[in-house]
């Protein structure tokens, strides 16, 4: 067993145990992820199939939202240990992206999820001007799909003009990034005319949300909340309650605007709730009917890396409630969905697409993966702001 780093505790009072759990499994990462990296090399993965990751997407839809995934971990990986490998393949991948855009149709709002994760992440360590530039026109793309008289930007595309979905509260911080980087705060004002607007009609009063809204294109005027990749309309996708958590508090990261803080802490308190009736472990839906039960372990995942961001902001007195949250998290996945076998690609096992597709139901997604390791630095103080 190869150990390359041992890596700090943060500072969250950690009792013994949470912190020998943390050093092991942070080990654990290590080894498997030095095994992973050597056998994936710069191919694109997205779902594990026996242990392998078979389907490069570089080669079959280079413009799929996932893409950035194995990007990032790369970068986090050689953020935490210095390796020079995980560079070199980070960057060979972000090379590949640029295939996407030159084709430029089929990409959508998660050129986010794609560019945080590989041309920014590549910028913001290594300061390199080529993904200075390919951070800045993918942050062009998304700031071309604003809607101004609707103040949001366009999810997908075809005829969706007015459709939004929660996952975008995870790309506008590409709009962050490009405002401080640049020095004009256009998109920074986009981006904050997007999450009030998600704010206002996508967060219910119980804490939960809607997956989708659909908005006038013309005015903004909210038409209706159609069902998405969770139970239907009016039900609680879990992976999308985690995209709010995590994307309302990463809004309030940038902005210090203290109603986004309140959201993520609002829709965390659902999502607590619920995930304690099942171990910590969320269901696709959570206003699914109780058979059949499909699980999705990713958006628990997510879910942990935005409790551990609002930790960030709370108050000394309130950070137990969002971190005992996140270690029950991360301790019951390690317990029943971890593959630490070096020798099997994919680590979080039993991740779902959507509550309808049978064939992405229950299987190892990638960034399943990459929420876990992001969250398993933080607890180190060796995770950086790839956001
Ligand atoms: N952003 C798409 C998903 O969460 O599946």
Request: charged share 25%; hydrophobic share 35%; with cysteine.
């Amino acid at each position: 067993m190869l150990i390359i780093e041992r890596g700090n505790i943060m500072n969250y009072n950690m009792d013994e145990s949470t912190k020998q759990w943390t050093r092991c499994t942070w080990e654990k990462l290590q080894n498997k992820l030095l095994a992973e990296s050597k056998r994936i090399g710069d191919k694109i993965p997205y779902i594990a199939e026996n242990g392998r990751y078979l389907e490069d997407k570089a080669e079959t839809d280079i413009t799929w939202w996932t893409n950035g995934f194995w990007p990032g971990m790369l970068w986090q990986m050689y953020h935490a240990t210095k390796e020079e490998n995980y560079k070199t393949i980070a960057q060979a991948v972000e090379g590949k992206l640029d295939a996407a855009l030159d084709q430029y149709r089929g990409l959508h709002h998660d050129v986010g999820f794609m560019w945080l994760h590989s041309a920014v992440a590549d910028y913001r360590l290594t300061k390199n001007e080529r993904s200075l530039a390919r951070g800045l026109h993918a942050a062009d793309l998304l700031a071309g799909r604003y809607n101004p008289r609707g103040k949001y930007i366009r999810s997908w595309n075809k005829d969706r003009a007015g459709w939004v979905i929660i996952d975008s509260m995870m790309n506008i911080p590409l709009l962050y990034w490009a405002s401080k980087v640049s020095g004009d705060p256009r998109c920074q004002y986009m981006a904050m005319d997007h999450a009030d607007t998600l704010l206002k009609y996508t967060v219910r009063g119980d804490g939960s949300c809607n997956h989708i809204i659909v908005l006038d294109p013309e005015n903004g005027e909210l038409l209706k909340t159609p069902g998405g990749q969770g139970y239907g309309s009016g039900s609680s996708w879990s992976r999308g309650q985690a995209w709010a958590i995590y994307g309302f508090a990463l809004s309030y990261r940038y902005t210090k605007k203290k109603e986004y803080l309140e959201a993520a802490k609002r829709v965390a308190h659902y999502f607590l709730a619920e995930v304690s009736r099942t171990g910590y472990v969320s269901v696709v839906d959570f206003r699914a009917p109780k058979d059949p039960v499909y699980w999705d372990t990713t958006a628990s995942a997510c879910a942990a890396c935005g409790l551990l961001e609002i930790t960030e902001y709370v108050p000394e007195y309130e950070k137990s409630l969002y971190f005992e949250g996140a270690m029950n998290i991360l301790k019951a996945l390690d317990k029943s969905y971890c593959n630490w076998e070096p020798d099997y690609d994919s680590i979080l096992q039993m991740g779902t697409a959507s509550y309808e597709g049978e064939k992405d139901r229950h299987v190892p997604i990638i960034y399943g993966d990459y929420f876990y390791l992001e969250a398993v630095l933080r607890l180190l103080e060796k995770s950086f702001i790839i956001w």
